[in-house]
């Protein structure tokens, strides 16, 4: 199967701390035609998903700082990512805890490239018709939404905006009270823990940024996020947020 074939690329976050290995599949996965960010730390995994979304995970197991399988269980609890393992150790009692875990495929090294790649396109294709078609069954034309697991603002023509973690939960805030501003201070501190002129900044580039990615989408009214001044911001319509 080639990655040609599908509508955009599948975005990916390759997790190895072999530097030669992750390189290497980085460079092979790119070529064909998936959007590749690689690590070689727990720590660095957690800052992507910081700063993106990702559909398709592959992680090793043996991590310099936390084991893989705890990677695995945190993205299965708060995201919808497929999870691939990859791991020299591919033993019984390890494909068994990895699947315990949650991850959808077990590969032992060493990857092919090749393989690797029709399997994260597979996984990507198989999940993106399983969202579709959940979002078909639960009645989903109800205004805004929000998507706790694929930490996504969907909009009331059911576009889906994938949103960074800090985007999600400045959503998630203002979604506690449509239409009602909630405090520029309090934003502040529950995002970046504090209350100075690098924050504010960061927060102004946020909104901004959001407010770009909403648009694209929906430009009917402007962005629903509106600025209050001298207090905070607003969004100024109800969103409906999913848990599950």
Not at 145 to 172: A, F, G, H, M
Not at 177 to 200: C, F, H, I, N
């Amino acid at each position: 199967m080639s990655a040609l074939n599908i509508s955009s690329p599948v975005s990916v976050v390759l997790v190895e701390d072999d530097q030669f290995l992750r390189d290497s599949l980085v460079e092979y996965l790119g070529l064909k035609g998936l959007s590749v960010k690689g690590t070689g730390t727990a720590a660095g995994f957690y800052q992507l998903l910081e700063q993106d979304v990702f559909q398709v995970a592959v992680i090793d197991l043996g991590l310099p700082d936390v084991s893989g399988e705890a990677l695995v269980d945190f993205a299965r609890k708060n995201s919808e990512m497929s999870l691939i393992v990859i791991t020299a150790n591919d033993g019984l009692n390890s494909r068994v805890n990895c699947y315990q875990s949650g991850a959808d495929l077990f590969m032992g090294k060493p990857v092919e490239g090749q393989e690797l790649a029709a399997a994260i396109i597979s996984l990507a294709e198989r999940n993106r018709s399983r969202i579709a078609g959940d979002r078909l069954d639960d009645g989903s034309d109800m205004g805004w939404q929000l998507n706790c697991k694929s930490w996504s603002l969907i909009t009331p023509n059911q576009d889906d905006i994938d949103c960074t973690v800090k985007e999600y939960r400045l959503l998630s805030m203002l979604a506690e009270t449509p239409s009602e501003p909630v405090r520029r201070t309090k934003l502040l501190m529950a995002l970046y823990g504090r209350d100075d002129g690098s924050a504010q900044r960061a927060l102004d580039t946020l909104v901004r940024r959001l407010r770009q990615k909403i648009q694209q989408y929906w430009d009917d009214e402007g962005s629903p996020i509106r600025t209050v001044y001298s207090v905070g911001y607003l969004f100024a319509d109800e969103i409906v947020v999913h848990s599950d």
